[in-house]
């Protein structure tokens, strides 16, 4: 898993100090997810289910961690993709001179916003997100119905939508790199909502597989360890994550009503 890892990576030009930790934490997830599932006491003809189980979380949580690396590579692809067209723009009188008559007869899926599309991080992006989808659909074909199977789909379509959002900026830092948007002041909220509907996802998603985990520890499969696990997950990415969101409501509240107050003021 190791070496094969350091070599997708390396080929998808993603390598960072981070990467070379994957074993490790490959390695530990891997013995949590099987010490949990109480694999010891299980017959020897029946221990191939659970192992097969974490293998199969493990690659949803490589397909994760692989996302983790690819979007800021993926918005700095953005970033310079809009820095180039107004450097561009400012060096071109000709086009500087015809730029309201180019907005209003340009399409809006011209060759120039295509070819920003011709990218490999953009690639591999699609990519993974038709992996997951086709992984979960033959999951819920080949396995009966379960509460792994429920836990399984909840964090790959956790997945499915930082996926989503990922291209969704990227399509922004695009069409307005290439003056498409309609608001261009609107910009930042557009970024804003995309993050805010995404973090709603995953929290949503959060409380499910909380739920979802303490019918298992009920009942189904009981100990120490999956309870510690259930609270580290209830507080990294429910608790925190509440708390973070309902800071940043505040935080733009008041900017709000800063910003009405000298605009009253001004009037």
């Given amino acids: 898993m190791k070496s094969i890892s350091h070599r997708l990576f390396r080929l998808l030009h993603l390598w960072t100090e981070d990467v070379e930790q994957i074993g490790t934490v490959v390695g530990v997830m891997f013995f949590l997810l ?43 692809v953005a970033m310079q993709t809009m820095t180039t067209r107004m450097v561009f723009d400012q060096t071109d009188d000709n086009q500087q001179e015809n730029k309201e008559e180019n907005r209003n007869n340009s399409s809006l899926y011209s060759s120039s916003i295509l070819h ?5 991080h953009v690639y591999t992006c699609i990519s993974i997100l038709f992996l997951v989808i086709f992984y979960i659909i033959l999951l819920w074909r080949l396995t009966t119905f379960s509460t792994w199977l429920l ?30 948007l309609s608001n261009v002041e609107s910009f930042d909220e557009y970024i804003f909502w995309i993050k805010a509907i995404t973090s709603c996802f995953e929290f949503i998603l959060g409380v499910f597989l909380l739920f979802n985990g303490f019918y298992i ?14 609270a580290i997950h209830a507080y990294l990415n429910i608790i925190k994550n509440l708390r973070r969101g309902w800071q940043i409501f505040r935080n733009r509240k008041s900017a709000w009503e800063n910003v009405v107050k000298r605009h009253n003021k001004i009037i």
């Fill in 34 to 76: 099987l010490f949990q599932s109480n694999i010891t006491r299980l017959d020897l003809n029946r221990r191939h289910v659970p192992l097969l189980k974490a293998f199969s979380l493990l690659i949803v949580a490589l397909f994760h961690f692989l996302h983790t690396i690819l979007e800021p590579q993926l918005l700095k």
């Fill in 116 to 120: 920003s599309y011709h990218h490999r």
């Fill in 151 to 180: 836990a399984v789909t909840a964090f790959s379509l956790e997945l499915i939508v930082r996926l989503l959002a990922s291209l969704a900026q990227y399509t922004l830092y695009v069409l307005d790199a290439h003056n498409r």
């Fill in 217 to 230: 520890l009920c009942y189904e499969s009981r100990g120490a360890l999956r309870a510690l696990m259930l």
